[in-house]
């Protein structure tokens, strides 16, 4: 029995490391997405199941989706059973007739969203209205009616605006956009547990908006640099604090460019993160350094606590402070 108990779990494990890897080989052989933009997302997306491409070649990562793909895309990354029954719309025949009345049972979707009872399930998604189905899928519904559910599906990082400051909220969604949306929606309502010392970039952004006095936005540099914008701007000179795990040195790096009373918050929340026991003490000594003069010899402190090193100094002008933490 023993024997055969072995035999059918190589059989299963064989079958699963088969299907996980011919998976991830149709999302490595996509000829249209090997230099786009959401390349890693696509990949991910389509090695979990809940959208595929058009072939075992093309993923078409630019074309529109239509309200059908992503609402069936969006139920099927949920994990939601589907059920197959009557709804109020008139045209809800079709391959998509369980999705509709899933995201209706589920109120990601609802009838007075749509004119004359018809859902026009082939019609090009857009933007808003993927945020709010996504907004409401987190069970945000009245926030979204309240703040936009533009507004806050960028407060969520669910979306970005373009380079202009506006959302495109009237724009038709691309596959790509698309992919890109669901995941971040997955993220925001499953998000990472923050570890003590993070050492990517991804890891080091869990940490930073774990942090009580977190405000604003994150993006992510070159290597594991992420930049804080407290004021939640499109603006790249108001990312006046820099965090990042540095590997050639091994070393956590802040870098207050800026010590405005948001960034002093934060900088505690870190120092405190790192020196549980004497963050106190680290961020007198931070303050002594950001209040001395450029060439004072309190420009540059390098002391320990809690066994970890910490270095801090002045910029030789200006007002940057550079905090260097080590194991």
Do not use: C
Not at 39 to 57: H, L, R, S, T
Not at 67 to 93: C, N, Q, Y
Not at 110 to 128: A, C, M, W
């Amino acid at each position: 029995m023993q024997k055969i108990g072995r035999v059918i779990l190589a059989v299963t494990l064989f079958t699963v490391m088969l299907l996980s890897a011919q998976a991830a080989g149709a999302a490595a052989a996509f000829t249209d997405t090997s230099t786009h933009w959401a390349k890693k997302e696509i990949d991910k997306a389509v090695a979990q199941g809940w959208i595929n491409g058009y072939d075992a070649k093309t993923f078409k990562p630019n074309a529109n989706i239509t309200r059908a793909e992503f609402l069936k895309s969006l139920v099927a990354a949920l994990k939601i059973k589907t059920e197959d029954t009557d709804t109020p719309f008139v045209d809800d025949h079709g391959w998509f007739r369980s999705y509709i009345a899933t995201g209706l049972k589920q109120s990601i979707i609802k009838v007075g969203d749509y004119k004359e009872n018809s859902f026009e399930p082939n019609l090009p998604i857009t933007r808003e209205e993927i945020a709010r189905m996504t907004i409401r899928a987190l069970g945000k519904d009245a926030e979204g009616v309240k703040s936009g559910y533009l507004a806050v599906a960028k407060k969520l990082e669910m979306m970005k605006g373009y380079p202009d400051g506006t959302m495109g909220g009237e724009k038709n969604a691309t596959r790509a956009e698309a992919v890109v949306m669901v995941l971040n929606m997955l993220t925001a309502k499953n998000p990472p547990k923050p570890v003590s010392y993070p050492k990517t970039k991804e890891e080091m952004n869990t940490l930073i908006k774990s942090l009580p006095n977190f405000k604003g936005t994150t993006t992510f540099g070159d290597e594991g640099i992420v930049f804080i914008n407290s004021k939640g701007s499109d603006n790249f000179l108001d990312n006046t604090l820099i965090v990042e795990y540095n590997t050639r040195i091994k070393m956590t790096v802040i870098n207050i460019a800026d010590p405005t009373s948001d960034n002093q918050l934060m900088v505690k929340d870190l120092l405190e993160n790192y020196f549980p026991k004497s963050f106190e003490k680290a961020y007198a000594t931070y303050i002594k350094v950001n209040k001395a003069a450029n060439s004072d010899t309190n420009a540059d402190i390098r002391l320990k606590y809690d066994g970890r090193v910490f270095e801090s100094y002045k910029a030789t002008t200006g007002k940057r402070v550079i905090i260097r933490i080590g194991l």
